[in-house]
């Protein structure tokens, strides 16, 4: 990094001023009152806020969609001088662009009437009964038509995308049929070009068993895997299998065949388990599922189980909160040295919060997390539960994802409780930049 670069130089004057300017197109943005890379550190277990690399009079040089350098904004300016420079004249915090590793905002309807009859003490059967649930939802997406459908799904992307949200994953799971996860799947990649938000496709055709359906689980996940994953890949509408799986979706056994076989597809896989009962880790293990998400009913053997294992705990406190359900022991998770992710979750049912960061400051508050490992489940932790080592750390060659805060302080951020909003947000993507000629 350029600050230890220009210490060392320092030393040895003489070798200062034979330092080449660089003389590429670029921007410099800052200076920053703070700027945390979220770099170098470890991806799994418990951290200190010592531990955080902070930059005072930071800067971030950034071309064609990529950081340059990072470092301090004099040097910086010294050192690049054909820079074009975006001078920012108040107090700012950087960080990177929040990664939202787990969403359902591709659907129709609203499910209000769930959340009144649950805050009335009402049942998940009593409620399903009631016309409401999951399935109520699917009724409404499949009535949507795409363009309705793109449309709410971009509305909902760029709320997140206000928020600091530079990359999102968005699932499927509201058609159920091959033609109306087909609808979704599309919609989702029509969205994403209509949002400065990424969006990252997930099929989750293995939501529940559609009510509509004749035949068992086995069946059902059979013909996803016949006539809906093949057409998934040919068209190249999502790389990532996910399956809910609970006594009211999908068991165990049928759960295996079904991921194992989406993985020998190419397909990465994530599951929805341990959200209401246990037995999804023990899965995800065997299967060696890129991540578990939810872990709300986790007990301390499955707990010990994802610290050996590579399996990425993801939790989703917004669920937890809508539901009126206890938090995911992330805490535990933590101490005994797995990773964690912090995800919104936002879909209509049981997560109808819709945001990250103030959800992400509750459960660090809740679970007694550190600040910095509230941000690292956000950043660069989130990253590799979507494989994507290219985001989620503010260093040279990755994306120029970064978003600023008007405070001097990081801690400012989280102590507001996500009512502290991003004042920009930058999404590095090539055509928003000068190209070289
Ligand atoms: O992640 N758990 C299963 N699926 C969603 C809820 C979807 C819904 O209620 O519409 C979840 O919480
Ligand atoms: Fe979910």
């Known amino acids: 990094m350029l600050i230890k670069k220009i210490l060392l130089k320092k030393e040895k004057s003489s070798l200062v001023e034979e330092k080449p300017p660089f003389r590429g197109l670029g921007v410099l943005v800052g200076p920053f009152s703070q700027l945390l890379t979220m770099d170098k550190l470890p991806l ?53 662009g929040m990664i939202d590793v787990h969403t359902h905002i591709c659907w129709a309807g609203s499910r209000f009437k769930d959340y009144a009859m649950r805050l009335a003490g009402k049942s998940y059967l009593e409620i399903a ?118 006594k009211s979706a999908f068991s165990v056994s049928a759960a295996r065949s079904y991921l194992l076989k989406a993985r020998e597809m190419g397909f990465e896989i994530v599951i929805h388990g341990d959200q209401f009962s246990t037995g999804g880790v023990t899965l995800a293990n065997e299967v060696q599922a890129l991540s578990i998400d939810h872990l709300e009913a986790a007990n301390d053997e499955e707990i010990a189980l994802l610290a050996k294992g590579n399996v990425i705990p993801v939790v989703l406190p917004a669920a937890s909160l809508g539901l009126g359900e206890p938090f995911a022991p992330a805490r535990k998770l933590l101490d005994v040295g797995t990773s964690l992710v912090i995800a919104s979750d936002w879909n209509p049912g049981s997560a109808p919060m819709g945001d990250l960061l103030a959800s992400a400051a509750i459960l660090g508050a809740a679970e007694k997390l550190s600040m910095v490992e509230v941000w690292a489940a956000l950043t660069c932790r989130a990253a590799t539960a979507l494989n994507k080592n290219d985001r989620g750390i503010l260093k040279a060659g990755m994306k120029a994802d970064f978003i600023i805060f008007k405070t001097n302080d990081y801690r400012e951020i989280l102590y507001r409780q996500g009512q502290l909003k991003p004042e920009k947000i930058w999404k590095g993507s090539p055509q928003n930049f000068p190209q070289e000629n």
């Open 129 to 246: 009964a009631a016309g409401g649930g999951i399935w109520d939802t699917v009724t409404k997406t499949r009535e949507a038509t795409l363009n309705e459908l793109v449309t709410l799904t971009v509305e909902r992307a760029n709320t997140l995308f206000k928020q600091g949200i530079t990359t999102i994953e968005v699932k499927s799971g509201y058609g159920l049929s091959v033609e109306q996860e087909l609808k979704m799947l599309e919609a989702i990649r029509l969205a994403n070009e209509q949002t400065k938000a990424e969006l990252i496709p997930t099929c989750l055709a293995a939501h529940i068993l559609p009510k509509d359906f004749e035949g068992g689980e086995k069946e059902y996940l059979q013909l996803i895997i016949e006539e809906l994953l093949p057409i998934i890949k040919e068209k190249s509408l999502a790389n990532r299998v996910d399956i809910f799986v609970e």
């Open 44 to 96: 799994r277990g418990a951290l200190s806020d010592e531990q955080l690399e902070i930059i005072p009079n930071g800067g971030i040089v950034q071309h064609n969609g990529k950081i340059v350098e990072v470092g301090n904004f004099e040097l910086l300016k010294q050192h690049y001088p054909s820079a074009e420079i975006e001078f920012l004249s108040d107090h700012y915090v950087c960080l990177p």
